[in-house]
Nanobody, 121 residues
């Protein structure tokens, strides 16, 4: 399965964007789907994850602003981002992580090209 992210762009602080991740195959077999991001000079970090039980985990910095959703029938993953801040500037990636000892661990097999989000006035 390959993932293709889209929907990024240049926005002003306070604006919204919705990212999409299209999978080339079924995502229903994955335990979880997630969004990660990598800002300039930073490591790639988890933004949001949703497992097949519908349980959702958000990074503290995006809780109450971002919303993850998935459509298993369409093999799509989404990230609605509201009240964007300059600190949200990053390349955003989707992934099908493993869940190991209570933590989501991304699978390097599933990294795509990502989509750039830039928040600037």
């Amino acid at each position: 399965v390959q993932f293709v992210e889209s929907g990024g762009g240049l926005v002003r602080p306070g604006e919204s964007l919705k990212l999409s991740c299209a999978a080339s195959g079924s995502i229903s077999s994955f335990f979880a789907m997630a969004w990660y991001r990598q800002g300039p000079g930073k490591q790639r970090d988890l933004v949001a994850a949703m497992n097949n039980d519908g349980e959702i985990k958000y990074a503290d910095s995006v809780r109450d602003r971002f919303a993850i959703s998935r459509d298993n029938a369409q093999n799509m993953l989404y990230l609605q981002m509201n009240s964007l801040r300059p600190g949200d500037t990053a390349v955003y990636y989707c992934n099908a992580p493993d869940y190991v000892y209570g933590a989501y661990v991304p699978d390097d097999e599933y990294w795509g090209q990502g989509t750039q989000v830039t928040v600037s006035s």
